[in-house]
């Protein structure tokens, strides 16, 4: 909608600004007979230039708080620096407390890297622009696996146990952490409003299986890696907390990269971590994150969390009904 334009309707401050360069020209700020109204209908039409992604020569790099145990930081810090040295550049960390907080800063052109989870990659590239580059090889498998959870001492063996119990999910983007309990309540025709007395998230794999070890909740699902990273180096809690359901197998999290980022530094990066189990440093530094190794990414690995999202799908009703813890 087009509006009649007067300098007068301009803040006194701006009228002093402007009054000041007509006063110049020759013209007033008042309804004195040398007052003159500007017709900005006559425009000439210039060209914007496009919007380009704010890139540096640091190579920024994406974790979510919840992407690993919080005492696995250090070596993914190192994992990262590594990366920085073979690329002669300086590594900028950006944790966000969320995976959607990360994801976001993609079409932004505000990151480069990140670790991200494998729901999100495998349904919403084209929405967030980003490519992937390397996954992670644990235990001899480029899979994973959600952990259903429960206190060792409990009496709950199965999902349907958990039936108007407290139960907590990790993100709303996770898929060990919330998409898959939403399918196997999918199949019994139930949403998590529906099953659970109290719906909790935790937005931290470890902050789930603390809360199960101590019996805030009465059971969790979570990242099995890590879940079995706890279980090998830190078993504390989960010595407290007995898996009593898996789910099939799905593609691990991957390392993707920015559709800004140039295809020759990718292919750089992507060497680089492909092969820094075959150098003593890389292969320390991994060997810390129980990483056997990074192998290129098929997508037939993800299909399966495609599915599962186009049978549950887009429903956010959990979301909803979950109390933040």
């Known amino acids: 909608m087009r509006r009649n334009f007067s300098i007068c309707r301009y803040p006194a401050a ?27 209908s006559l425009t000439v039409k210039v060209d914007q230039p496009n ?19 919080k005492e696995t930081i250090v070596f993914y810090r190192e994992l990262l620096d590594y990366i920085g040295r073979k690329m002669d550049r300086d590594i900028t960390l950006i944790q966000r407390r969320t995976y959607g907080e990360i994801n976001e800063l993609f079409p932004k052109g505000e990151i480069d890297l990140a670790f991200i989870c494998t729901g999100p990659y495998a349904v919403g590239r084209e929405v967030f622009g980003f490519d992937a580059l390397a996954t992670p090889v644990i235990r001899g498998e480029p899979f994973y696996q959600s952990y259903l959870i429960v206190h060792k001492d409990s009496q709950f063996n199965n999902l349907s146990d958990l039936r108007h119990r407290v139960f907590a999910f ?37 902050n789930s299986i603390l809360a199960v070890a101590k019996g805030l909740v009465d059971g969790a699902t979570v990242d099995g890696h890590l879940w079995e990273y706890y279980n090998r180096r830190n078993p504390f809690y989960t010595s407290m ?4 359901k898996k789910s099939r197998l799905f593609g691990s999290p991957p390392l993707v990269a920015s559709e800004y980022l140039p295809a020759h ?41 495609k599915q599962i999202y186009r049978q549950v799908g887009t429903d956010t009703s959990a979301t909803h009904e979950a109390k933040k813890s």
């Open 14 to 40: 701006a009228r002093l600004l402007i009054c000041g360069l007509f006063l110049i020209l020759g013209y007033g700020c008042s309804g004195e007979p040398g007052y003159k109204a500007i017709d900005f």
């Open 51 to 69: 919007r380009l992604p704010n890139i540096t020569p640091n190579l920024r790099v994406g974790i979510a708080a919840m992407i690993s145990p």
């Open 170 to 206: 990790t993100d709303p983007d996770s898929n060990t952490g919330a998409l898959v309990p939403k399918f196997w309540l999918w199949e019994l025709k139930q949403t998590p409003g529906q099953f659970f007395s109290e719906l909790n998230y935790t937005y931290s794999h470890d």
């Open 241 to 244: 907390t007995r898996v009593i």
């Open 265 to 305: 530094v990718k292919e750089r990066i992507s060497k680089i971590v492909l092969t820094m189990h075959k150098e003593p440093e890389g292969r320390q530094i991994i060997n810390e994150l129980m990483i056997d190794r990074f192998v290129v990414p098929q997508e037939t690995w993800y299909k399966p969390v």
